[in-house]
């Protein structure tokens, strides 16, 4: 194995071992076949390459001072992947075979999880594609599902430092009756554009508005957004955001500390009464905002006045992180020991 410099990993594709794959045809789901090749054999034909007719997961598996790899919430991206599923007519992956699954992915490449204090962590990325050919725009007869994992460092490289970001009108990465709240490639593809051009003019990542009034704030590129305001915890209420379970933990945590919760639109208006903001998610964990500025209106708010993530922001990683390292009681139940 090459030597891997923990502490200053990427969030990228570092090859591993093993994979995990699985088949669906004739109407069930194949035995779970152990793979140490990169690639794979596809139709040219297969939906998922056509017509978009896949979806991926994101989650993470943690190892603790104890040694012990914790697996931080899985049934909730099993969950999720099933209604990726059903928003794009793929066959769904039973939750028995996805969680049988991650542990023997995650088992085969134990080397690769990073040691505890490096701030590292192992990303499992599962991916559910139409592998059966159509020309005809419909649903494939065949799925693959594949689980890779790959060593990662924080998805901003500020880590946990306040990050910049710009909200961008003139694209947008889903349509309000679309696909914006299933993970699929798609809404990935149409983010691009405003990923690209929020790098370019040296932002971190893109904010998106709603698509319809452009009145509302919906995510930040690959992360839900909150803020804080007071005692409260403010979150967008939206039909076309991934619901993140980052999101959905640090909402129970700031429940827990007492802070009142809002899930409701939040216009970007608003923008300017918050005392922090932040972006959340699996790869992005909690990273605070330092600024949002408006691509279109050249508008600036500004947080973290003194260039350091807000207290509560800072309490709420600090819980959600010891909780998934194993550090803080981890009182709801929230991670599976990998045995
Ligand atoms: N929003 C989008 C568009 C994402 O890609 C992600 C990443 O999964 C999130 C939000 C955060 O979701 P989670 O916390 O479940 O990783
Ligand atoms: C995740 O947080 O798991 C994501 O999916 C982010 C990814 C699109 C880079």
């Known amino acids: 194995m090459q030597q891997l410099d923990w502490k200053n990993l990427p969030f990228g594709y570092i090859k591993t071992d093993y994979n995990v794959r699985c088949v669906y045809k004739d109407g069930k789901w194949g035995n779970i076949e152990v793979s140490d090749s ?27 001072k104890d040694g012990k790899i914790r697996l931080f919430r899985w049934d909730e991206n099993a969950k999720r992947l099933i209604r990726s599923a059903e928003g794009v007519l793929m066959a769904q992956v039973p939750m028995e075979l996805f969680h049988e699954a991650v542990l023997k992915v995650i088992k085969l490449n134990e080397k690769f999880v990073p040691p505890f204090g490096t701030g590292a962590s192992l990303y499992i990325r599962p991916l559910l594609f139409g592998s059966g050919a159509e020309v005809g725009v419909r649903p494939a007869k065949e799925y693959t599902l594949i689980i890779f994992v790959t060593p990662v460092g924080p998805y901003f490289k500020e880590g946990f430092n306040p990050v910049k970001i710009a909200i961008i009108r003139d694209s947008d990465r889903a349509a309000p009756l679309g696909t914006g709240t299933f993970k699929v490639g798609g809404n990935y593809a149409a983010s691009l554009r405003g990923v690209m051009k929020s790098h370019g003019a040296g932002f971190s990542s893109p904010m998106y508005l709603d698509t319809k009034e452009k009145k509302y704030i919906d995510e930040i590129g690959a992360a839900n957004f909150f803020a804080i305001k007071g005692n409260s915890y403010i979150t967008p209420k939206s039909d076309s955001i991934l619901a993140s379970i980052t999101n959905m933990s640090i909402t129970k945590l700031a429940e827990d500390l007492g802070m009142n919760v809002e899930r409701r639109p939040v216009a970007v208006d608003e923008l300017e009464s918050f005392d922090e903001a932040g972006a959340c998610g699996t790869a992005a964990i909690i990273s605070p905002i330092g600024e949002i500025t408006d691509l279109e209106t050249g508008k600036v708010y500004r947080f ?9 922001s800072t309490k709420l990683y600090e819980t959600l992180v010891g909780i998934q390292y194993g550090e803080i009681e981890d009182k709801h139940n929230w991670v599976t020991i990998v045995e």
């Open 38 to 64: 990169e690639y794979i054999s596809v139709h040219m034909a297969a939906t998922g390459l056509h017509y978009g007719q896949e979806a991926f997961e994101g989650m993470k598996a943690y190892r603790g």
């Open 304 to 312: 973290c006045k003194d260039g350091k993530p807000g207290p509560k």
